[in-house]
């Protein structure tokens, strides 16, 4: 059984044929279209490494079969970098050394782009971890992580500012 | 996982002749199926994606006062709507306090429903488990079972119903709608889910091929607005299943409890509705002597099935903080942690 679908990654248009259905947005990602930004950690939804943004909101790539998701469009963390200058949120984790060893860091930023954009959390760092409790970090970079969601966030929105003025 | 085949029914009727044939099953955003699927838990031969089946994905508020919500809506857009977090903000509260984001912009209602339990018996395919090969045995009744059912449960099967969505949901009377072959019907959810008996495979009312298509809170539910909360202990401060969980809902009037909701979560292979405990609320005074009354009626049934016996003081306690936190009011903005015994509490102590 051969399905054909279409996804919009990144910006671009994609036709990928699919031999199987039981291939997963995040190995097709991986697997077929080289884009290995996106972590595989636990594979069953348990630690966030895998988040990508599906229609604009933040989910488990490891969790979502590729061929339900025709149609969709799909951000990963190399979708972000505009060029060779990073996006707000990829710029704060550098400044507040928010990772050790990386292997959770696409799946945080990508959270964090998504809790951005969900606009719920304010400026409340409480809010802001239970709203990434989602991302699991091992080597515990968590308070980096949070301090850095805060800055984007108050990056970015100072940034609306100025182009709504 | 193994070989299956894909379906993407066009129409509500498609979906549901097509999943009558045997080893089919549902795929709405597979956030348990995908997960039961790669650990070998289920195998379905089919799946029928109702992911984009059209008008079910829609939050109508009904001319009751009720709202009637889409079994594709996803949850966090149900914690969100404006309608469900003002008219019956203990179904807000229980959703935001379940899963982590990720999973809350995927994962739908019908999902949450029918979402399976997550005893680590069943989820590893070397144990032996009534529920996923009938007849094997249980080894959770002789295994880790701190976490298992305190309530309804047989030699069987000792599982816990995961869902906190469903808690709130019985308690204020939820309507399941179902569609089948034979056409559609209306279950109350606190009578959807099945307690183990000699057939903890089946768990839910529903018959093969039939599918939830809509979830109804009826306007008179709406009347505990000013009083209802989701409280949930948990091992971990967030992105964890409930030890044990209660949602408290009270409609007082001239500082008299007029109507009393409760239900529990965690304990039992449904959520679990405790009428006793509303009957003995009713008509008096909000404070922690009825609450513990209260909660002692809740429980008096419950018996441990295994190393859990510290789940049935938990639960009263639980219950009786809910109840006391419903009665000091809903708060205008969720806590920053929903549901957490760990957020501040209004007015002060409860241990009183």
Same mark, same amino acid.
């Given at each position: 059984?051969?399905?054909?679908?279409? *996804?919009?990654? #990144?910006?671009?248009?994609?036709?990928?044929? =699919?031999?199987?259905?039981?291939?997963?947005? =995040?190995? *097709?990602?991986?697997?077929? =279209?080289? =884009?290995?930004?996106?972590?595989?950690?636990?594979?069953?939804?348990?630690?966030?490494?895998?988040?990508?943004?599906?229609?604009?909101?933040?989910? #488990?790539?490891?969790?979502?079969?590729?061929?339900?998701?025709?149609?969709?469009?799909?951000?990963?963390?190399?979708?972000?970098?505009?060029?060779?200058?990073?996006? &707000?949120?990829?710029?704060?984790?550098?400044?507040?050394?928010?990772?050790?060893?990386?292997?959770?860091? &696409?799946?945080?930023?990508?959270?964090?782009?998504?809790?951005?954009?969900?606009?719920?959390?304010?400026?409340?760092?409480?809010?802001?971890?239970?709203?990434?409790?989602? #991302? *699991?970090?091992?080597?515990?970079?968590?308070?980096?992580?949070?301090?850095?969601?805060?800055?984007?966030?108050?990056?970015?929105?100072?940034?609306?500012?100025?182009?709504?003025? | 996982?193994?070989?299956? +085949?894909?379906?993407?029914?066009?129409?509500?009727?498609?979906?549901?002749?097509?999943?009558?044939?045997?080893?089919?099953?549902? !795929?709405? /955003?597979?956030?348990? !199926?995908?997960?039961?699927?790669?650990?070998?838990?289920?195998?379905?031969?089919?799946?029928? +994606?109702?992911?984009?089946?059209?008008?079910?994905?829609?939050?109508?508020? !009904?001319?009751?006062?009720?709202?009637?919500?889409?079994?594709?809506?996803?949850?966090? +857009?149900?914690?969100?709507?404006?309608?469900?977090?003002?008219?019956? %903000?203990?179904?807000?509260?229980?959703?935001?306090?379940?899963?982590?984001?990720?999973?809350?912009?995927?994962?739908?209602?019908?999902?949450?429903?029918?979402?399976?339990?997550?005893?680590?018996?069943?989820?590893?395919?070397?144990?032996?488990?009534?529920?996923?090969?009938?007849?094997?045995? @249980?080894?959770?009744?002789?295994?880790?079972?701190?976490?298992?059912?305190?309530?309804?449960?047989?030699?069987? @099967?000792?599982?816990?119903?995961?869902? +906190?969505?469903?808690?709130?949901?019985?308690?204020?009377?939820?309507?399941?709608?179902?569609?089948?072959?034979?056409?559609?019907?209306?279950?109350?959810?606190?009578?959807?889910?099945?307690?183990?008996?000699?057939?903890?495979?089946?768990?839910?009312?529903?018959?093969?091929?039939?599918?939830?298509?809509?979830?109804?809170?009826?306007?008179? /539910?709406?009347?505990?607005?000013?009083?209802?909360?989701?409280?949930?202990?948990?091992?971990?401060?967030?992105?964890?299943?409930?030890?044990?969980? $209660?949602?408290? @809902?009270?409609?007082?009037?001239?500082?008299?409890?007029?109507? $009393?909701?409760?239900?529990?979560?965690?304990?039992?292979?449904?959520?679990?509705?405790?009428?006793?405990?509303?009957?003995?609320?009713?008509?008096?005074?909000?404070?922690?002597?009825?609450?513990?009354?209260?909660?002692?009626?809740?429980?008096?049934?419950?018996? %441990?099935?295994?190393?859990?016996?510290?789940?049935?003081?938990?639960?009263?306690?639980?219950?009786?903080?809910?109840?006391?936190?419903?009665?000091?009011?809903?708060?205008?903005?969720?806590?920053?942690? %929903?549901?957490?015994?760990?957020?501040?509490?209004?007015?002060?102590?409860?241990?009183?």
């Amino acid at each position: 059984m051969s399905l054909s679908i279409a *996804l919009t990654i #990144n910006g671009t248009q994609r036709t990928v044929e =699919l031999e199987d259905p039981r291939v997963t947005l =995040l190995d *097709l990602l991986r697997e077929r =279209l080289d =884009l290995t930004g996106t972590k595989k950690g636990c594979d069953r939804g348990q630690c966030g490494a895998c988040t990508v943004l599906l229609d604009g909101r933040r989910i #488990n790539s490891c969790l979502a079969l590729a061929v339900s998701q025709d149609g969709a469009e799909v951000v990963t963390i190399e979708g972000l970098a505009q060029g060779e200058t990073c996006h &707000p949120v990829q710029a704060a984790f550098i400044a507040h050394d928010a990772f050790q060893c990386g292997f959770c860091t &696409p799946g945080q930023i990508m959270s964090a782009v998504g809790l951005i954009q969900e606009g719920q959390v304010g400026d409340d760092p409480e809010r802001v971890r239970e709203g990434m409790s989602g #991302n *699991l970090c091992r080597c515990g970079a968590y308070r980096g992580i949070t301090e850095a969601v805060l800055e984007a966030q108050r990056s970015l929105s100072q940034a609306g500012r100025k182009e709504a003025a | 996982m193994n070989r299956f +085949d894909y379906i993407r029914p066009a129409t509500v009727s498609e979906a549901v002749a097509a999943a009558a044939a045997p080893g089919s099953a549902y !795929l709405a /955003a597979g956030t348990n !199926l995908i997960d039961l699927m790669k650990g070998g838990i289920v195998s379905p031969q089919r799946l029928v +994606d109702v992911s984009r089946l059209p008008g079910l994905d829609r939050i109508e508020p !009904l001319p009751d006062g009720g709202v009637r919500i889409g079994a594709r809506v996803r949850n966090a +857009d149900l914690a969100h709507d404006p309608t469900v977090s003002k008219r019956f %903000p203990a179904v807000a509260e229980a959703l935001l306090s379940g899963a982590s984001a990720q999973l809350r912009n995927a994962a739908t209602v019908g999902g949450n429903l029918l979402q399976r339990t997550r005893c680590a018996y069943f989820y590893d395919p070397a144990s032996a488990c009534n529920k996923r090969q009938p007849g094997a045995g @249980c080894d959770a009744r002789g295994g880790e079972n701190r976490l298992h059912a305190v309530l309804g449960w047989s030699e069987s @099967c000792i599982a816990t119903h995961p869902s +906190d969505f469903c808690v709130p949901l019985a308690a204020l009377d939820a309507v399941v709608e179902i569609e089948g072959q034979a056409g559609r019907r209306e279950v109350a959810l606190e009578e959807f889910h099945l307690l183990p008996g000699t057939t903890p495979e089946r768990e839910s009312v529903l018959a093969p091929g039939e599918l939830v298509v809509a979830v109804r809170l009826p306007g008179a /539910a709406a009347r505990f607005a000013a009083h209802a909360r989701y409280l949930k202990l948990r091992e971990r401060t967030s992105y964890a299943f409930a030890v044990v969980s $209660a949602a408290a @809902c009270l409609h007082i009037e001239d500082g008299v409890i007029a109507e $009393a909701r409760l239900a529990l979560g965690g304990v039992a292979a449904k959520p679990w509705r405790a009428r006793t405990a509303e009957a003995a609320l009713a008509g008096v005074r909000p404070n922690s002597e009825h609450f513990r009354r209260a909660a002692e009626a809740a429980l008096a049934e419950a018996r %441990p099935s295994g190393d859990n016996a510290f789940k049935i003081e938990l639960a009263r306690r639980i219950a009786v903080r809910a109840l006391a936190l419903a009665a000091a009011g809903t708060p205008e903005r969720l806590p920053a942690l %929903p549901a957490s015994p760990f957020a501040p509490i209004p007015g002060g102590a409860l241990h009183g």
